[in-house]
């Protein structure tokens, strides 16, 4: 199953400057010959892999990338100066394809990676560089050539670094859905969500993968229902959000069939960090969400974010908790230098 981030792009190289036609002209020399400079070669358009991109969503706000043009060649066979290149940062694991979205043009696999997707125009040739012995006084000279422009298609596979894991109809598809451009199928009955969903999460200028996947019931890690089919997909996510509804009368049984089937499938998930959410909770009054978070508080053995996907309440706080844990976890993996040799 693949998951794909993925931007339509425009770019275009700079355009050459254009060469000069101009003539010395000092007091005792008699004939100044032709000293018209070149023109500047336009910025080219490159791509880099960096460190510390997980998604392409910065492309879904700025899609176009220009170099800028060359500049004209001047008197006293002064050349232009170069165009400045556009560079586009992408995460390490994007691949670059053309307009057709189907023909590789490079696959960024390593940090510091680049990568020239449209070369600059040349700059053109000023009237110096025509002077012949046929021709000692040429008024011509080149304009720059053109840059090039293209649509290109970044794309990159995902991996999920928060799972949404929970019972049946918990709510995880319509969090999914509030806080990213996913958008999963949402409905009151059990099973919903087939397939796990991914979308990108924006919280405080940083951004991260959210997935959603089928509900868990008891017994799925022996294959009941089909959650546990896709536990795989939150084995590699750095932190799970566990929701528990409020619509459910036994909110800790609800928390502990969930946790039992992560113990039972393995593979580290038990172990790993887990925010608690009461969901759902616009259905509630003030008395009965008191009720509910202090069962499940006793439960957890800490106190549940208090949420709802519907109106929004406590969502911020969810996205801020996760990505701390994302942060933190991102921070401890980062390679440090040890005496001048960098370690992972
Ligand atoms: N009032 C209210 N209803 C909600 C909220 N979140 C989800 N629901 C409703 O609860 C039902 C289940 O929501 P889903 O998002 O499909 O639940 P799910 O956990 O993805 O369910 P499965 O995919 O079947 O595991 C739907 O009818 C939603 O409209 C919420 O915050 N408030
Ligand atoms: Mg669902």
């Keep these: 199953m693949k998951f794909l981030d993925q931007a339509k792009v425009h770019i275009r190289s700079g355009d050459g400057g254009a060469g000069c036609v101009s003539f010395l002209h000092e007091k005792f020399i008699e004939f100044g010959g032709p000293d018209g400079g070149d023109g500047g070669r336009g910025g080219d358009v490159w791509v880099e ?22 500049m004209h060649g001047m008197g006293r066979n002064r050349t232009g100066a170069g165009g400045a290149h556009a560079t586009l940062k992408v995460p390490v694991g994007t691949q670059v394809m053309a307009d057709d979205n189907e023909t590789l043009i490079c696959d960024l ?36 050539q053109e840059g090039e422009e293209h649509v290109i298609w970044l794309r990159l596979k995902l991996i999920a670094d928060a799972g949404i894991i929970g019972l049946p109809n918990a709510g995880k598809s319509t969090f999914l859905a509030s806080v990213t451009a996913a958008k999963p199928k949402i409905a009151d009955y059990p099973f919903t969500t087939l397939h796990p969903n991914l979308g990108v999460v924006r919280v405080d200028a940083r951004e991260f993968v959210l997935a959603d996947i089928p509900g868990l019931i008891e017994g799925a890690h022996e294959g009941v229902g089909i959650g546990d089919r896709f536990l795989g997909h939150v084995e590699r996510t750095r932190v799970l959000l566990h929701l528990v509804s409020a619509q459910e009368e036994d909110p800790a049984g609800a928390y502990r069939t969930v946790r039992k089937e992560l113990e039972a499938y393995g593979h580290g998930l038990a172990e790993k960090a887990e925010i608690v959410v009461l969901s759902q909770v616009d259905i509630l009054d003030e008395a009965a969400r008191d009720e509910l978070a202090r069962k499940l508080t006793k439960a957890v053995g800490r106190a549940p974010l208090l949420v709802s996907a519907a109106t929004g309440e406590g969502v911020q706080d969810v996205l801020r908790a996760l990505m701390r844990v994302i942060e933190a976890a991102q921070l401890a993996e980062a390679p440090v230098e040890v005496d001048g040799r960098w370690q992972q």
């Design 109 to 144: 696999t390593e940090e510091g990676q680049r990568f020239r997707l449209a070369k600059g125009g040349n700059g053109g040739f000023g009237n110096a560089h025509f002077k012949s012995s046929t021709n000692r006084a040429p008024r011509r000279a080149n304009p720059g």
């Design 49 to 70: 892999a960096v460190n510390g991109l997980n998604t392409l969503i910065d492309y879904r706000y700025k899609q176009h990338f220009k170099a800028k043009t060359g």
